[in-house]
C-alpha cells in the first residue's frame, strides 16, 4: 500500500530557530495536509495543499506542495515553545476519499 | 458543542470482551471518519461515511471491528472479542462535504483503548 515518509523523526532545536521537515510518498497525490498533535489530544489541521507547486503560508508557518507531487515540506519560522509537538503530513490520491498519513516528526523547542 | 467530542476518553477492558466507542461530529458535518493511532504512528484509517453510509471501510483490520452511524451524526464504532493487539487511540473526525472543504478534517481527542 501506500507509505509516506517523514524526516526527521525527531529534532531538538533553540528557540527562535527555523524548523524545516519533509515528507516523501512512494505515490503521487493531488491533495497535502499537514496537522499538528500534542499529547492526549486529536491532529489540528494547519495547512491544506491542493496544486503541485503551492506555497501557502499560516502565520509562522510555510508549506509547499512538491512539484513532482510526491513530496511536501513544512517550515516553520522563529520556533517558540509552544510549537512542540508532533507534525504529521497526510496525503490523499485520486483514488478515493481516504487519506495515508506519516509517522510524524517530533519538534522540541529548547529555551 | 464547537468541536468532535469522543467518549469515553479512556477504555481498559479484558481480551475477549466487546468495546463501543462514541463519536460526536461537528455539527452540519455530513462526512465523518474512524482511524486508530498507535503508539508512535500516524493516524491509520479504519473507515469513511458520508451521511448515514459507510462510503469506504477498506481500513477495518477484520470482521471484529464494525461502525454505525444510523441518523447521520453520532457514530459509534463496535469491536468484539478484544485482542490485546487492539490497544491503541481511536480518533474520529468530520469535515463538511462541500468542495475542498471535506479535505479538511476536524478531529476529536480520541479514546484511548487498552486490552489486558
Known amino acids: 500500500g501506500q507509505q509516506l515518509n517523514q524526516s526527521p523523526q525527531s529534532m531538538f532545536i533553540q528557540e527562535g530557530e527555523d524548523v524545516s521537515m519533509n515528507c516523501t510518498s512512494s505515490?503521487?497525490?493531488?491533495?497535502w495536509l499537514w496537522y499538528k498533535q500534542e499529547p492526549g489530544e486529536g491532529p489540528v489541521l494547519l495547512i491544506a495543499l491542493y496544486k503541485a507547486g503551492e506555497l501557502t503560508s499560516n502565520g509562522r508557518l510555510t508549506a509547499q506542495f512538491g512539484i513532482t507531487r510526491k513530496d511536501s515540506f513544512l517550515n516553520i519560522s522563529a520556533s517558540i515553545p509552544s510549537d512542540v509537538g508532533i507534525y504529521f503530513c497526510?496525503?490523499?490520491?485520486?483514488?478515493?476519499?481516504?487519506?495515508?498519513f506519516g509517522p510524524g516528526t517530533r519538534l522540541s523547542v529548547l529555551p | 458543542g464547537a468541536g468532535v467530542s469522543q467518549t469515553p476518553s479512556n477504555k481498559v477492558t479484558e481480551k475477549g470482551k466487546y468495546v463501543e466507542l462514541r463519536c460526536d461530529p461537528i455539527s452540519g458535518h455530513t462526512a465523518l471518519y474512524w482511524y486508530r493511532q498507535s503508539l508512535g504512528q500516524g493516524p491509520e484509517f479504519l473507515i469513511y461515511?458520508?451521511?448515514?453510509?459507510?462510503?469506504?471501510d477498506s481500513g477495518l483490520p477484520n470482521d471484529r471491528f464494525f461502525a454505525v452511524r444510523p441518523e447521520g451524526s453520532v457514530s459509534t464504532l463496535k469491536i468484539q472479542r478484544t485482542e490485546r493487539g487492539d490497544s491503541a487511540v481511536y480518533l474520529c473526525?468530520?469535515?463538511?462535504?462541500?468542495?475542498?472543504?471535506?479535505?479538511?478534517?476536524?478531529f476529536g481527542p480520541g479514546t484511548r483503548l487498552t486490552v489486558l
Open positions: 461515511f458520508q451521511g448515514t453510509g459507510a462510503a469506504d
Open positions: 505515490s503521487i497525490f493531488n491533495t
Open positions: 497526510a496525503g490523499r490520491g485520486n483514488y478515493g476519499q481516504n487519506f495515508v
Open positions: 473526525a468530520s469535515s463538511l462535504m462541500e468542495g475542498q472543504h471535506y479535505n479538511e478534517q476536524f
